[in-house]
């Protein structure tokens, strides 16, 4: 006689990799990101922290895909900027007012080296320069030069806002985000300008 062998099937997951996830972006967007322990994590959902570790390799293993649902949601959050003209003005004050909004998540993604975070906005950088591109006349490389100067100052503005150094009205953060890239495209037209038509030499070219 044969004996029959009794197959074992492993316990269901108590906790979805989604719903750990979700758990876990609500602890950073409350807490920030020195708040994301198992320990703690796990009392969110009001368990060990052993299903984390069945669904995640390790710690950070999951806070990468915090960093990607973060970035998700701020994608949804400013999915919208090319409806409006100027376009690339309209995502300055929608990536500031996310900042205002979601400080801590804002932090946790922007403001500490997060290669992960950097990536995921690659999209959003390439819309942007196509955008500039477009609606102002200019190369690509030019583009990219004005979206680099232009990123830079409204993500200092987006800083501190979600450090609460500042509280700027939405009035003054147009005013500053319109000065900071007319000026921009100012300059950018007129260096492109002077290597166009080349600058007189002194002395009429003679030693």
């Known amino acids: 006689m044969f004996c029959e062998r009794k197959i074992t099937i492993p316990p269901k997951p108590k906790y979805t990799k989604e719903e750990i996830i979700n758990a876990a972006l609500d602890m950073v967007r409350e807490k ?24 995640f390799e390790n710690m950070e293993d999951l806070k990468n895909a915090v960093t990607d649902a ?19 003005k309209q995502m300055g004050m929608q990536i500031i007012s996310f900042a205002t909004k979601e400080p801590k998540l804002f932090e946790f993604l922007f ?16 819309t942007c320069v196509d955008v500039i591109s477009k ?16 990123w830079i100052f409204t993500f200092g503005l987006a800083a501190l806002s ?33 290597m166009q038509t080349g600058k007189p030499e002194k002395n009429g070219g003679k030693r």
């Open 32 to 55: 920030g990101a020195d708040s994301l322990t198992a320990r703690d994590l796990g009392a969110k959902l009001n368990t060990s922290a052993r299903p984390i570790f069945t669904a």
């Open 111 to 126: 403001m500490h080296k997060n290669p992960e975070a950097v990536q995921g906005l690659k999209t959003v950088e390439d």
């Open 135 to 150: 609606d102002y006349g200019l190369g690509i490389e030019q583009a990219r030069m004005l979206f680099e100067q232009v």
């Open 162 to 194: 979600a450090m609460k150094v500042y509280e700027y009205t939405e009035e003054q953060i147009s005013d500053m985000l319109t000065r900071e890239f007319t000026g921009a495209v100012m300059m950018m037209k007129s260096d492109t300008k002077k």
């Open 70 to 88: 973060g970035v998700k949601m701020f994608k949804e959050y400013s999915k919208n900027f090319t409806d409006y003209t100027p376009a690339f």
